[in-house]
């Protein structure tokens, strides 16, 4: 019998581990098993369970203690929770009239880069799909996505010419886990031009990973020149 590759054991562990915490199986403050025992429990390398701990400590479910061990995290006090929204419905509350052209739509193998950003295999095959969002007679917003086609097999078949890869996606494909990055940068070249703002411009990007049961679904980056976008998060204590 052919044992499975790393990278299918390490998102194996971490759908794993993740469905349990989800479930409330896994209750806040538990410890879970430690790294040699699932290692002993799945027969793969200690480097790969580590992969996958590191990966669901990055999205917050757990917390990696120094010689302690590993712990399912307590909910904080206070959380800011952002949506998965269409950027055609943020125009809309704009009243401003949406539109989207797509710039570059490709299918081919992981890069090295392509592996970093959306936990891709070597020899995953990707949809890489670059658009540009208008807002009435300016640009909006510049996405650059990547889809797996594992996980989204019907990508391969979009041209997204009518309905934009992410309002795709939100209709077409279910997700268990998402997690946001937000962060200001300067525009670089590729993004003035197509944002038409200057070189080195203040823009806001936010960067999107999600998941199917561990398996990594999209990522995106989105970048909107500074002064047409911010984001609002209302929240309560629990």
Do not use: N
């Amino acid at each position: 019998m052919t044992a499975a590759p790393a990278a299918s054991l390490h998102r194996r562990i971490r759908a794993d581990v993740e469905a349990r915490i989800l479930s409330g199986e896994w209750p806040p403050g538990r410890r879970i098993p430690f790294e040699h025992e699932l290692t002993a429990q799945y027969g793969c390398s200690r480097m790969t369970v580590s992969k996958a701990l590191t990966q669901l400590a990055r999205s917050g479910l757990i917390e990696r203690r120094r010689k302690a061990g590993s712990f399912v995290t307590h909910p904080r006090g206070q959380s800011a929770v952002l949506e998965i929204g269409d950027v055609a419905a943020e125009v809309a509350a704009l009243a401003l009239d949406y539109r989207f052209e797509v710039l570059a739509r490709r299918r081919r193998r992981a890069t090295r880069a392509d592996r970093d950003r959306i936990e891709a295999a070597a020899g995953d095959e990707l949809i890489a799909v670059v658009c540009r969002h208008h807002a009435g007679a300016r640009p909006f917003c510049y996405e650059d996505r990547l889809i797996a086609l594992a996980a989204v097999p019907a990508a391969a078949g979009q041209s997204f010419a009518t309905l934009s890869p992410g309002a795709w996606l939100m209709a077409e494909q279910p997700w268990t886990t998402a997690e946001h990055r937000i962060r200001a940068a300067a525009a670089d070249p590729e993004r003035a031009a197509a944002l038409r703002i200057a070189e080195g411009a203040p823009c806001l990007v936010v960067e999107r990973r999600t998941w199917l049961a561990g398996q990594p679904v999209t990522q995106v980056t989105l970048t909107y020149p500074a002064e047409v976008h911010e984001l609002v998060a209302r929240f309560a204590p629990r």
